[in-house]
């Protein structure tokens, strides 16, 4: 390559990725999912559009997983053990049961409906069946949701992509016929466990490297932490294990971790999972031939249909023996957005020449887009529906000052609703658990910093500082006045998260 065409080529490079930012500022203001931009703006640079040419399948499943193994570092680096330590047994069942059963049903109503054989169908069932981590992370975590329903969620689509990745693979590489459940099982088994193993692993190395080494510059903590997912990514898919699930544990285990400078680490995670979402989604877009979409949205169709049979029969299914409530289990049947790892995985039937491989990324490409288009604008409103978002639901946001890094502080917001029995009373009478404070007020429009005397009134928002070990303590309080008052524990109100999970801690 030579210096103009690099220019040429950084110009190129730049420009999308600033049409992508300026189309996800715009899809948050709408109310549109910004990943679906993100396809467009691919397909508006494609062959079709401004004449960017992008064929090589080859290339775009290298980069496609690339992509998502940085994707997964920065889930597992955003979410927090105590959220999901008691979730690994269900969320498990639904990535691995869950996806077998979702495949089993698409499959049988792909083969009945549109005639597919049984090879393509169970091959086009595998790639649809995962919900996908990307567009799961950045649509949930602007909902306030109970942390354990957000935490079974997100754990799911971190578990369930590795599967996913297992089967494809498998079906893609069975010429023909219904292939041997021995050798897929092994095959599964052995992926799981051994990716598993080197991603706790090398996020344990991490950690202590981390903590014991003196670094000569702060911004080299975030570059460690995140080289270290993906060491542990390249480490198991060169033991021949899954690197998608090594990646995600890694991720975990380091932002579990008590390491150095974690804010700027998780900002900086943030921000290269933004651009490998974008850039992801984009070179998707660039993949597609959109003159050719037209004939597989019928098909899409049908197999978004049966899908929307096939995700719900799996989650009723796998949280059977959890006893996870009804209202739950309906929203996590409709969460299951599927995203860039179904279009990822229809790269691999492509690249080994599989029949149909080409429709059948005509399908998933239309599929996923109409899913994401229906869903994700939609999920804020069946969560009120179904009674799991509430007014006074105690919502985390990102921390990025450093004292509050220092300190290991959480940041909490609480809106007081009307009817509360928070209404009228004093800051002093909360008796929060120490060091939880309440730093400011906002009411009416207007700032407020609040002393021992100030009286909370209904409609007021509150910002608090705590501490992970007081979080869940400070939560149940004012969770107890909010039912009871400020004698609530004289009248025997603990603060217990209501049966069915519309508040946890």
Not at 332 to 346: D, F, Y
Not at 416 to 442: D, K, M, N, Q, Y
Not at 467 to 493: S, Y
Request: net charge negative; with cysteine; proline share 6%.
């Amino acid at each position: 390559m030579t210096l103009p065409e690099l220019y040429v080529t950084l110009l190129v490079a730049g420009t999308v990725l600033l049409t992508s930012i300026a189309a996800a500022r715009t899809a948050h203001r709408v109310g549109l999912p910004s990943l679906l931009l993100f396809l467009a703006v691919g397909i508006v640079a494609g062959e079709d559009g401004l004449g960017l040419r992008f064929d090589d399948a080859q290339l775009a499943q290298a980069l496609g997983i690339a992509a998502l193994a940085v994707i997964l570092v920065e889930g597992g680096l955003a979410t927090r053990w105590s959220d999901v330590r008691r979730l690994v047994a269900p969320a498990g069942v639904l990535a691995t049961v869950g996806v077998v059963l979702s495949l089993l049903v698409t499959a049988a109503g792909a083969h009945r409906l549109l005639g597919l054989d049984w090879n393509v169908a169970l091959l086009l069932g595998a790639i649809v069946s995962p919900t996908d981590s990307a567009a799961v992370f950045s649509v949930l975590r602007a909902l306030p949701l109970p942390r354990r329903l957000t935490g079974l969620v997100e754990a799911e689509s971190g578990f369930n992509d590795a599967p996913a990745v297992i089967l494809v693979v498998f079906f893609s590489t069975t010429t023909s016929g219904v292939p041997g459940i021995g050798p897929l099982v092994g095959d599964l088994l052995f992926e799981l466990a051994a990716g598993g193993a080197l991603g706790v692993l090398t996020g344990l190395l991490g950690a202590v490297a981390l903590r014991h080494i003196a670094l000569p510059a702060t911004g080299l903590y975030p570059l460690a932490t995140v080289g270290f997912g993906i060491t542990a990514f390249a480490a198991a898919g060169a033991a021949g294990a899954s690197g998608i699930l090594a990646a995600y544990l890694s991720g975990l285990v380091l932002g579990n971790s008590q390491l150095p400078h974690r804010a700027a680490t998780r900002s900086f995670a943030e921000g290269a999972g933004w651009l490998a979402q974008i850039g992801l989604f984009v070179m998707l877009g660039l993949l597609v031939d959109p003159s050719e979409l037209s004939e597989a949205i019928l098909p899409a169709l049908v197999v978004g249909l049966v899908l929307l049979v096939a995700r719900p029969v799996s989650v009723l299914l796998c949280l059977l023996p959890f006893r996870v409530p009804l209202r739950q289990q309906a929203f996590i049947s409709w969460a299951g957005l599927r995203g860039a790892v179904p279009i990822v995985l229809t790269t691999f039937p492509v690249v080994e020449d599989v029949p149909d491989a080409r429709e059948i990324l005509d399908i998933v490409f239309v599929l996923v887009a109409l899913f994401t288009l229906i869903q994700g604008p939609t999920l804020p409103a069946v969560a009120r529906s179904l009674g799991l978002v509430r007014p006074d639901t105690l919502r985390e946001i990102q921390v990025e000052t450093a004292p509050l890094d220092v300190l290991d502080a959480d940041l909490l917001t609480v809106s007081i609703p009307e009817g509360s029995r928070l209404h009228g009373v004093a800051v002093f009478e909360l008796r929060l658990p120490p060091p939880t404070v309440v730093t400011l007020i906002v009411r009416d429009g207007t700032t407020l910093v609040p002393d021992r005397g100030t009286v909370l009134h209904a409609g007021d928002d509150l910002l608090l500082i705590t501490t992970p070990g007081t979080r869940e303590d400070a939560e149940r309080r004012l969770r107890a006045i909010g039912r009871r008052g400020k004698l609530a524990r004289w009248l025997g109100e603990r603060g217990a998260p209501e049966p069915g999970g519309t508040t946890d801690s």
